[in-house]
């Protein structure tokens, strides 16, 4: 299993943030230009990434100000778990850890890798803004 993750301290309570995270009507806020064809409901995301994969994205698990776990609804070109971990450390500042569990031979592993991790990237820093 390959883990792609990235983490950013947010400038809002930690109830803010998962109540943002919790809704995946609100990630696509979150998503990069390559992102398209996208529709959502609270529990469900569909999207196509450019030159790569359809994706539709269920919330598997949430508990309240700490994690939102996601898992594909159809099948995936690979196995993947996606999960936003929540840590509150003031009232006004939370971190926000966001983790991408692939599991990719070595060939994906190369051609994937990069793409993934540039996408945890932007998420992460695209969340810090919307909600900074």
């Known amino acids: 299993m390959t ?21 995946l009507n609100n990630h696509e806020q979150l998503m990069p230009e390559n992102i ?3 529709s959502s409901t609270k529990d469900e995301a569909r999207f196509t990434i450019q030159n790569m ?16 776990k996601l898992i594909p609804s159809e099948k995936a070109p690979f196995e993947v778990r996606l999960r936003w971990e929540l840590q509150a450390v003031t009232d006004t500042i939370t971190i926000a850890k966001f983790i991408i569990d692939a599991d990719l031979n070595m060939m994906m592993k190369m051609i994937a890798s990069g793409p993934l991790q540039k996408l945890v990237d932007f998420q992460v820093n695209k969340l810090k803004e919307v909600l900074g």
């Not at 792609?4 to 109540?19: D, H, L, M």
């Open 3 to 23: 883990t792609i993750q990235n983490t950013a301290e947010i400038n809002k309570n930690v109830n803010e943030v998962y109540a943002f995270l919790a809704d």
């Open 36 to 38: 398209y064809n996208w």
């Open 53 to 68: 994969a359809k994706l539709a994205l269920k919330v598997e698990e949430r508990v309240e100000n700490q994690v939102i």
